[in-house]
């Protein structure tokens, strides 16, 4: 028997025992801690997430699996993370610096300029140790079941970087429902298990699919009683978002009163649950459109978008679900920490109007369709596009990619009967390299200095949370301490309450602001001027952050789209080349072709003309 077929029947035999319980998890299980034993860290990351996308941040999708972490664990109202996915990645895995990590942007991005530098190649540098290795050596079990994005070349594999199983997505994403890509940069969805290429099943869907893969990992060796770390990177909801109907079907009637309103309600919410402050001011972001200016069907296009959006955060909330139900009945519930954020903020890239037709053609051309009756479903590809991103995130301005909060504030809950705290929300500043440091104190295993395995690395960087979770501490960043970002000359440095942001064009301005971001999480308010000494000292920090980490700013006429194409077309030059060549043989015969048809039909109104004329 094939081994994927041994390995699909193994995990179908594996899964039938906990999913009588999955849609009720916590209704039979039982629960069997294991006392003395290092506690198992269950680390989930979503794709794309906006801050307000999930019902405990004030959303109203559906989301009892994340709901029930955060009753009994800390939510972080003041998380940041980097603008977009790898460079965080990158961050949390290590607790480096993106830049001195080797992932100061997505390689789809980065400028030929740019990658003459070693530290911008968009892959994981050699210099930096994940926690995963770190974990490894201490004992645990380390599985990782989602998408990587840090590098596909043998030694840059999630298999080769400390996790000991791995079903791994490595591109910037694929398909949901089957093995496809989802843009012209990749020729396949390159999907690999444990370091080699693998095929996915027919009935393929992402949320589910990890998940199945993280239990069957995590089963494998519970007999030998170590603790495991289980690095669980969704797909949902990174474009092309889609989902199972059932969960469409939920959200038909939810949007149709369009993107202002939804932008209101979620602020009202998260202003309830002390999210964000009280009357808590909003920008209008120019990308968002004007709803009541639509048309019928525009509008009920546009709501069916973020209807598939929604039913795609409930569909990856009922397979963590499932992963809870299986660690309950499994006994190891009450050993087990869980950490659940996103990798950066709503992403706004999808076209306003994805019917109109210039817009069609990258889709369309990528073998989708984008009919209305199908949206979500196998075949076709949606997105939420700016003015639904703009809800996503509220109150927040901007989006992924920009330094905006709605690019870089996201969920942070971290929770788990294996550490001792009451639920609670902080206002406390985090940062992505925080986790890492985090991740390891709750294992109870050391940090690595300048060097391990007998080689120079990179030092982490971030601090450890655990005092929040405690409450043996309030912050664990001083007034004075700074915190730099940069993404293609976007750049940010945090300190105290307070942010210096240049967001640039085309939907920046290319202008230094400052922000109170705990009173004014929405940058409603630049204190630029009022607060002039603290503005220039942020802005000298900041220059200081660039030296430090290395920064290498974008060639003059940079635009990330552009890069993109450009990008696009550099990895398909030798078809692109073959094209030409083929054009130009074919040239002199067109010519030809040309200048006898020319002939051809003068001949024939010259005769035209002397019959007329003889007539």
């Known amino acids: 028997m094939p ?51 999930i019902a405990p941040y004030g959303s109203e999708v559906n989301t009892p699996s994340l709901s029930a972490l955060a009753e009994q664990g800390v939510r972080f109202t003041n998380y940041h993370t980097a603008a977009n996915c790898a460079p965080a990645r990158a961050m949390l895995l290590t607790g480096v610096d993106s830049h001195l990590a080797g992932v100061p942007n997505i390689p789809e991005m980065l400028a030929p300029q740019q ?107 519970l007999q030998d009683d170590k603790p495991f770390f289980g690095y ?64 019928d069907d525009d509008k009920r296009y546009q709501a069916k978008r973020m209807a598939v959006y929604a039913g795609m955060i409930e569909a990856m909330d009922f ?57 979500g479903l196998k075949g076709s590809y949606s997105t939420i596009g700016p003015s639904f991103a703009s809800a996503s995130a509220s109150p927040l301005a901007y989006y992924k990619f920009y330094a905006g909060e709605g690019g870089m504030r996201v969920p942070l809950i971290i929770a788990g009967k294996a550490i001792t705290t009451q639920p609670s929300l902080t206002q406390a500043f985090a940062w992505a390299t925080d986790i890492s440091p985090t991740i390891l104190s709750l294992a109870g295993v050391s940090q690595p200095d300048q060097r391990y395995a007998g080689r120079p690395i990179q030092a982490m960087t971030g ?41 640039q064009p085309p939907r920046g301005d290319g202008q230094w602001r400052l922000f109170n971001i705990v009173d004014d999480p929405g940058e409603t308010v630049d204190l630029s001027a009022s607060m002039s000494l603290r503005f220039q000292r942020m802005l000298s920090l900041y220059e200081q952050y660039r030296i430090d980490n290395k920064v290498v700013p974008v060639p003059p006429g940079y635009t990330q789209i552009k890069q993109v194409v450009f990008n696009l077309l550099l990895s398909k030059r030798d078809a692109i080349l073959v094209f030409l060549l083929t054009l130009l043989l074919l040239l002199p015969f067109y010519v030809a072709y040309r200048m006898k048809s020319r002939m051809k039909s003068r001949m024939k109104n010259e005769n035209q003309i002397n019959r007329t004329a003889n007539s």
Request: hydrophobic share 35%; charged share 25%.
């Open 319 to 375: 397979h963590i679900g499932r992963l809870i139900a299986f660690l309950k009945q499994r006994g190891e519930y009450d050993n087990t920490i869980f950490i659940f954020t996103s990798d950066n903020g709503s992403e706004a890239s999808g076209p306003a109007d994805p019917q109109a037709f210039p817009k069609r053609l990258g889709p369309e051309n990528m073998g989708y369709n984008l009919d209305y009756d199908t949206l």
């Open 232 to 295: 669980l990177p969704f797909m949902a909801v990174h474009s092309p978002v889609q989902a199972p109907q059932k969960y469409i079907d939920r959200y038909m009637e939810f949007y149709n009163s369009g993107w202002h309103a939804l932008r209101e309600q979620r602020k009202a919410r998260a202003e309830a649950l002390g999210i964000v402050p009280e009357n808590t001011p909003m920008v209008d972001m120019k990308t968002t459109d004007d709803w009541d200016a639509l048309s």
């Open 3 to 53: 081994s994927s077929s041994l390995r699909r029947i193994t995990l179908a035999a594996t899964l039938c025992l906990y999913s009588l319980s999955a849609q009720v998890y916590s209704a039979d299980a039982i629960d069997q801690p294991t006392l003395g034993k290092a506690p198992n860290i269950i680390f989930i990351l979503a794709d794309d997430l906006g801050y307000t996308d």
């Open 115 to 221: 990658r003459k530098h070693v530290n911008y190649q968009g892959v994981l540098g050699d210099d930096v140790v994940t926690v995963a290795t770190l974990l490894e050596d201490a004992g645990y079990h380390t599985y990782m079941a989602g998408k990587w994005h840090l590098g596909m070349e043998p030694n840059k594999r999630p298999s080769r970087r400390g996790f000991q199983r791995t079903m791994a997505m490595m591109d910037s994403g694929s398909d949901n429902w089957e093995q496809r890509p989802y843009m012209a940069l990749y020729d396949q969805a390159n999907w690999f298990a444990d370091g080699e290429r693998f095929t996915l099943p027919e009935d393929y869907y992402s949320s589910r699919f990890l998940v199945d893969n993280m239990i069957e990992f995590i089963d494998s060796n």
């Open 463 to 503: 601090r450890d949370l655990t005092p929040l979770l405690s409450g043996k501490a309030e912050q664990v960043y001083g007034p004075d301490d700074a915190v730099g970002y940069e993404l293609t000359d976007h750049g940010v440095l945090f300190q105290g309450d307070y942010k210096v942001v240049i967001n």
